[in-house]
C-alpha cells in the first residue's frame, strides 16, 4: 500500500465522500520531489471531482497537506459571519485563492497556531470561536473538533465521519481505487 494513498484514507475519508470541506493531515516524507509528486498526481485524479490537495505548510521532514472541496469551502466563507470572523485575523479578501494564501501565510508566521483553521476545515463557527476563548479548555464534548454550542448535532457528525472512515478503509482494502471513492461534487465558477 502507498503510504501516501494510506494518508488519505485515514485522514480524508468525511472530504473524498462529501460529507466535509476538508481535511488535514502532517505528513512524514524524506524526499520533497516524491512528495511534491504525489501532491500533483493527487490533484490530477481529484481535481476533476471538485477536490484540491495542497501543501500548507513543510518542515525539512513534514508536510501538512489540506484536502478541500472548493464549492463547500467558498460556502463556508461566504456568509458575513464567517467573514468578520475571519477579517480579524487578516483575511481581507474572501476568494478561495487568497484565504488559503493568508492560512499558509499565518501558519509559517505565526508565533502561535492559527487556531481560525477550524473555519477552513467545515467546523461550526462557534466551536472555532469557544475553541479560541477558552484556549482550548472547557468543551462540552470532543471529536473532529472540540465541541462548545450543540453537542448533540456534532456527535451525530462524528459518528458518520467516523461510519464513512471505517467503510473507506474496508473498500480501499479490498482494492476500491481512491478515484472510485470519491464522491464527484461540481463546481461553481
Known amino acids: 500500500m502507498i503510504l501516501f494513498e494510506k494518508y488519505l484514507i485515514e485522514h480524508c475519508s468525511p472530504t473524498l465522500g462529501g460529507l466535509k470541506t476538508a481535511n488535514l493531515f502532517n505528513y512524514p516524507y524524506d524526499d520533497e520531489t516524491a512528495l511534491k509528486a ?13 477536490i484540491i490537495l495542497e501543501i500548507i505548510k ?6 501538512l497537506i ?26 481581507e479578501d474572501f476568494n478561495t485563492y487568497y484565504m488559503i494564501k493568508r492560512l499558509k501565510t499565518r501558519l509559517r508566521e505565526s508565533e502561535e497556531f492559527p487556531h481560525e483553521i477550524g473555519m477552513f476545515l467545515g467546523y461550526p463557527l462557534e466551536d472555532v470561536k469557544g475553541f479560541i476563548e477558552n484556549a482550548g479548555q472547557n468543551s462540552k464534548c470532543s471529536g473532529c473538533w472540540k465541541v462548545y454550542c450543540n453537542e ?18 474496508k473498500l480501499f482494502l479490498s482494492g476500491s481505487t481512491i478515484s472510485k471513492l470519491t464522491v464527484s461534487i461540481q463546481n461553481k465558477k
Not at 513543510?58 to 508536510?63: C, G, R, S, Y
Not at 472541496?69 to 456568509?79: F, G
Open 38 to 50: 504525489d501532491v500533483k498526481k493527487w490533484n490530477r485524479e481529484l481535481n476533476k471531482k471538485g
Open 66 to 91: 489540506y484536502v478541500y472541496r472548493v464549492k463547500k469551502l467558498r460556502e463556508d466563507i461566504n456568509n458575513e459571519n464567517a467573514k468578520k470572523f475571519l477579517y480579524k485575523y487578516g483575511y
Open 152 to 169: 448533540c448535532e456534532a456527535v451525530k457528525i462524528f459518528n458518520k465521519f467516523n461510519k464513512c472512515k471505517k467503510i473507506y478503509s
Open 58 to 63: 513543510q518542515n525539512t521532514d513534514t508536510a
